[in-house]
Every structure is written in C-alpha cells, then in structure tokens.
C-alpha cells in the first residue's frame, strides 16, 4: 500500500524562527493534507491541497502539492509557542465515494522554546 | 463550522467485554466515515470505512469480526470493539466526509484502555 515518509520526526526551535517539514510518497496522491494534532486530541486540518503545484497559505503556514504529485511541504513563519504539537502530512489518491480514506505521515513533533 | 462529535471521550473496559464507540456528525450528513486506531507516538491507521446502510470496508489486518462498524443513519456509525484485550488500548478516531461534497472532519477521538 502507500507509504509516507514523513521529516525530521522531530524539531525543537527557538520562537520567531521558520519551521520546514516535507513528506513524500512511494506513489502519487490527488490530495495532500497537513494536520495538527495536540495531544489526547483528534486531528485539526491546516492546509488543503488539490491540484500538482499549488502553493497554498494559512496565515503563517504555507504548503505546497509538489508537481510530481509525489510529495508537499509544510512550512511555518515566525513560530509561536501554541504552534508546539505533532503535524501530520496525509494523502488520498481515492476519488469517489471512497475520497476520505488517509495515508498519514510518521508526524513531526514540533517544540517551540520561548 | 462542521463537527463531528466521538463519546466516550474515555473509557476504560476490562479485558474479555465489549465496548462501543460512536461518531456522530452533528450539523451534517455523513454517508461516509471512516474509523482510525493511533498508539500512542504513532501515526494514525486508518481501519476501515464505514457506508451507511451497507457493511463497512475493512482495511487489511483488521478483523471485522473484532472491530464491528454500524453506520444505521447519515449522522452516526459505531465501532464497537468485542471481546477486547489490553492491547486493544488505543486512540481510536473517527472521521466523516460531508455527503455534499469532498472535505473531511475529525472527531476528537476515544481513549481506550482495557485493564
């Protein structure tokens, strides 16, 4: 089945710095999502994506669908320390009924220092 | 804005009963869900899609006979896990795709553990 590697598993930064992540696939996606997670809690969607190169905004978080459809990025502007939780790239190539079933990455754990 | 709400939020069972976990979207129609296990520092698996009115779709290596999925109406599927053992503890997360159209919400998931 398809597989999402996720990077780096893990960041710890200083506040105001800029946060990259990335996943990529072994095979192509129609749909790449970004969440975030806090813990004991359930996913909260960030970015969107539907189209092989859009670049998309949320405030300070930027995402890009990568043209080869096989990867996307996820990066945060002047981190905060309520940015801190797990962020999660996921991807669906199902269209359909059956849109909605997810691949989710390995996550990112993210650690803002004040 | 759309939410999907999970109950129990926790629950705590003992090992060899069953229990039920429900997913209902409260200010839309659902006609499908989909349920996801998470260990703890783990990903989300995704273990099956639930279709209201027909049998769910379970993904491979998940016993549709452990984990039963109900989805009698547009607002509410079940998973109830039977005869459940501790290592059936997890995070157990629902999700729902707005019959209108393509986007998805979350719920806020259901601890389980079984001692």
């Known amino acids: 089945g398809q597989q999402l590697n996720q990077s780096p598993q893990s960041m710890f930064i200083q506040e105001g710095e800029d946060v990259s992540m990335n996943c990529t696939s072994s095979?192509?996606?129609?749909?790449w999502l970004w969440y975030k997670q806090d813990p004991g809690e359930g996913p909260v969607l960030l970015i969107a994506l539907y189209k092989a190169g859009e670049l998309t905004s949320n405030g300070r978080l930027t995402a890009q669908f990568g043209i080869t459809r096989k990867d996307s990025f996820l990066n945060i502007s002047a981190s905060i320390p309520s940015d801190v939780g797990i962020y999660f790239c996921?991807?669906?190539?199902?269209?359909?009924?059956?849109?909605?079933?997810?691949?989710f990455g390995q996550g990112t754990i993210l650690t803002v220092h004040p | 804005g759309a939410v999907v709400s999970q109950h129990p939020s926790r629950v705590i069972c003992k090992s060899g009963t069953s229990v039920k976990i429900e997913c209902r979207s409260l200010d839309f129609q659902a006609t499908t869900m989909f349920w996801y296990r998470q260990f703890p520092k783990q990903s989300l698996m995704l273990m099956a899609t639930s279709n209201e009115g027909s049998k769910a779709t379970y993904e491979q290596g998940v016993e549709k006979d452990k984990f039963l999925i109900n989805h009698a109406s547009l607002t509410l599927s079940t998973l109830t896990v039977t005869s459940a053992h501790p290592e059936d503890s997890s995070f157990y997360i629902c999700?729902?795709?707005?019959?209108?159209?393509?986007?998805?919400?979350f719920g806020e998931g259901s601890w389980l553990t079984v001692v």
């Open positions: 999700s729902a795709r707005i019959s209108s159209g393509n986007t998805i919400y």
């Open positions: 095979s192509i996606f129609n749909t």
């Open positions: 996921a991807g669906t190539v199902a269209g359909g009924t059956s849109y909605g079933k997810l691949t």
